[in-house]
């Protein structure tokens, strides 16, 4: 049995991104990964992110904003930043963390009322849908 990959993503808020990308390594990694979120400047889970995720039947239970202070000094295989600004202060890790930005535009960004704000949640969580399959097989190899 392998051992999982520890994966860490990272963002600015820990709201929305970050959240999406783990709760997908959870769900589509298999036990593949050990996976974890946190922010640069953590704040709370948006609820349109557990929306998104209730829609597509992926668990968020574990979910919570965290700091990357919180794993500062812990080992990772893969630290994943997924905004440019967390991509500029994301401390460095010990061990053999490998490094990989994605350039995803924040979707708590987004106008207006929560029905207009969802497909932005919805295009997130597709984008990064792709991106984790992706990395994933990687990780196979």
């Not at 994605?102 to 949640?121: C, H, K, N, Q, V």
Request: aromatic share 4%; net charge negative; hydrophobic share 40%.
């Amino acid at each position: 049995m392998r051992v999982p990959v520890r994966v860490l993503v990272v963002c600015t808020g820990n709201s929305a991104r970050s959240i999406l990308a783990e709760a997908l390594l959870r769900h589509l990694g298999d036990g593949r990964v050990q996976a974890e979120s946190a922010g640069i400047a953590p704040s709370v889970v948006n609820p349109l992110t557990e929306r998104v995720l209730d829609e597509a039947g992926i668990d968020h239970a574990w979910a919570r904003s965290k700091s990357v202070s919180e794993f500062v000094g812990q080992e990772f295989g893969h630290v994943i930043t997924v905004c440019d600004d967390a991509r500029e202060v994301c401390p460095n890790f010990p061990g053999p963390a490998k490094r990989t930005h994605w350039s995803i535009p924040d979707p708590a960004l987004a106008t207006g009322p929560d029905e207009d704000r969802l497909p932005a949640f919805r295009a997130t969580l597709a984008d990064l849908r792709g991106r984790i399959e992706g990395f994933l097989a990687t990780i196979d190899e």
